[in-house]
C-alpha cells in the first residue's frame, strides 16, 4: 500500500499570501496519478487537482499542482478567506490512499 | 447535473451488520467507465477508500476490511448498495459515496455525496 504524508499538518497565512502544501509517497505514484481535494467543515471533498497537475472543472488558477514520483506539491497563490480547510492528497494508481491531510486557516 | 446521496442508519450496535444505500442520478451506471466508491471519515481523521464498482459490475475492496465488506448495484433505481458485518465502535465515521468515470477506472473521485454520519455505539 502507497503510504502518503502531507507536511506541514496545519498552516497559517494571511490573505493575498501563498501557501505551499506537500505530500510524499512511501513510492513511486503510477503516472502522476495524485490528486488533491479540499474539505471545508461539515463538506464533503471536492476535487481540485488531478494528474498531479490539471485543475477539475470550475476551479480557480490560483490553485496549482505539480510534482512527480514521490514528491507532489499543491501551491494555493494569492489566498482568500474562503480557502480555510483541510487538503488532502491522493493516489489513484494503485488503490486508493489519502494523506492525512494539512489543515490551512487563514488569519 | 452529478448528484449522489448516502442513506442509512445513524446508529447501529456493535456486532450487527451496516447496510447503506447510494442513490445517485445524472449518470448511468451502466455506461462503460462508469464506478460508484464508498470512503469513510471517522470525526477529525482522514479519509479511507473502502470499495468499488464497476459499470461492467467488477467489484474491488479495500485490503484491511474486504472479509466485512459487500458492493452491489441496482442499476434500474441508480442506487449503490454497501454492507459491512461485525460493526464495532471503531467503524464510527462518515460515510461517502462517490463517482470515478474512467474509460479505465484510473480516475480521481469527482463528484461526491454529503456524507452519511453512522455511530456504532451499544
Known amino acids: 500500500e502507497i503510504v502518503l504524508t502531507q507536511s506541514p499538518g496545519t498552516l497559517s497565512l494571511s490573505p493575498g499570501e501563498r501557501a505551499t502544501l506537500s505530500c510524499r509517497a512511501s513510492?513511486?505514484?503510477?503516472?502522476?496519478?495524485l490528486a488533491w481535494y479540499q474539505q471545508k467543515p461539515g463538506q464533503a471533498p471536492r476535487l481540485l487537482i488531478y494528474?498531479?497537475?490539471s485543475r477539475a472543472t470550475g476551479i480557480p488558477d490560483r490553485f496549482s499542482g505539480s510534482g512527480s514520483g514521490t514528491d507532489f506539491t499543491l501551491t494555493i497563490s494569492r489566498l482568500e478567506p474562503e480557502d480555510s480547510a483541510v487538503y488532502y492528497c491522493?493516489?489513484?494508481?494503485?488503490?486508493?490512499?489519502f494523506g492525512q491531510g494539512t489543515k490551512l486557516e487563514i488569519k | 447535473q452529478v448528484t449522489l446521496r448516502e442513506s442509512g442508519p445513524a446508529l447501529v450496535k456493535p456486532t450487527q451488520t451496516l447496510t447503506l444505500t447510494c442513490t445517485f442520478s445524472?449518470?448511468?451506471?451502466?455506461?462503460?467507465?462508469?464506478?460508484v466508491n464508498w470512503i469513510r471519515q471517522p470525526p477529525g481523521k482522514a479519509l479511507e477508500w473502502l470499495a468499488r464498482?464497476?459499470?461492467?459490475?467488477?467489484?474491488y475492496y479495500s485490503t484491511s476490511l474486504q472479509t466485512r465488506l459487500t458492493i452491489s448495484k441496482d442499476t434500474s433505481k441508480d442506487q449503490v448498495v454497501l454492507t459491512m458485518t461485525n460493526m464495532d465502535p471503531v467503524d464510527t465515521a462518515t460515510y461517502y459515496c462517490?463517482?470515478?468515470?474512467?474509460?479505465?477506472?484510473?480516475?480521481?473521485?469527482?463528484?461526491w455525496g454529503q456524507g452519511t454520519l453512522v455511530t456504532v455505539s451499544s
Open positions: 462517490a463517482r470515478i468515470q474512467s474509460s479505465g477506472a484510473v480516475a480521481p473521485f469527482d463528484s
Open positions: 445524472g449518470f448511468s451506471l451502466s455506461t462503460s467507465g462508469m464506478c
Open positions: 464498482i464497476d459499470w461492467d459490475d467488477d467489484k
Open positions: 513510492q513511486s505514484v503510477t503516472s502522476s496519478y
Open positions: 494528474g498531479a497537475s
Open positions: 491522493q493516489q489513484y494508481g494503485s488503490s486508493y490512499t
